[in-house]
Antibody
Framework: QVHLVQSGAEVKKPGASVKVSCKAS????????IHWVRQAPGQRLEWMGW????????EYSQKVQDRVNFIRDTSANTAYMELSSLKSEDTAVYYC????????????WGQGTLVIVSS | DIQMTQSPSSLSASVGDRVTITCRSS??????LNWYQQKPGKAPNLLIY???SLHPGVPSRFSGSGSGTDFTLTISSLQPEDFATYYC?????????FGQGTKVEI
């Protein structure tokens, strides 16, 4: 079964950029559409978008589409989320997630990456 | 965007209680409704997909029902490990929005 491992916590200043990785193991990486979901402290989960690991096609939520970029490296079985022009409101735990069972019902999650944006 | 609203936002219950959580969508999502359990500091775990299908490995005390705009998650007999926050999510269209969560406390 596929397993997702994310990169470690980051502390960034406002206006900076962050890149979070999500490495897949246990199954063929290119089978999956990888979604990114974030959760600000004490807040609900927020879906950010997806990347098709095979074709590299993407879809972004309107809220972040001007600042976010999803890429993947098929040779490394890794997906990346880049978020630029960071604001304090971007402080959150960022998750990558996959639906292996039924569409966009996410049954496999990374462990999460805390990104803190603070001056 | 489809708005997802859960009720209640929190509840207190005891081991053995029957617990019901409601999720309402701002428009029909047919049965494209999923439920997750999240414990502090952990990623969410999928419990129910397609409104009423139990994800493999999830205890049978969890069940889901509903269609259209109104959905319910029921825990038939609350166990100590069930104290957590529960989220609904619509996968009818993007953005795949989540409810605000229901915290189940002792």
């Amino acid at each position: 079964q596929v397993h997702l491992v994310q990169s470690g916590a980051e502390v960034k200043k406002p206006g900076a950029s962050v890149k979070v990785s999500c490495k897949a193991s246990g199954d063929r990486f290119t089978k999956y559409v990888i979604h990114w979901v974030r959760q600000a402290p004490g807040q609900r989960l927020e879906w950010m978008g997806w990347i098709n690991a095979d074709y590299g096609t993407t879809e972004y939520s309107q809220k972040v589409q001007d600042r976010v970029n999803f890429i993947r490296d098929t040779s490394a079985n890794t997906a990346y989320m880049e978020l630029s022009s960071l604001k304090s409101e971007d402080t959150a735990v960022y998750y990558c997630a996959i639906g292996t069972w039924y569409g966009s019902a996410f049954d496999i999650w990374g462990q999460g990456t805390l990104v803190i944006v603070s001056s | 965007d489809i708005q997802m609203t859960q009720s209640p936002s929190s509840l207190s219950a005891s081991v053995g209680d029957r617990v019901t959580i409601t999720c309402r969508s701002s428009q029909s999502i047919i049965s494209y409704l999923n439920w997750y359990q999240q414990k502090p500091g952990k990623a969410p775990n999928l419990l129910i997909y397609a409104a009423s299908s139990l994800h493999p490995g999830v205890p049978s005390r969890f069940s889901g029902s509903g269609s259209g705009t109104d959905f319910t998650l029921t825990i038939s007999s609350l166990q100590p490990e069930d104290f957590a926050t529960y989220y609904c999510q619509q996968s009818y269209n993007t953005p795949h929005t989540f409810g605000q969560g229901t915290k189940v406390e002792i």
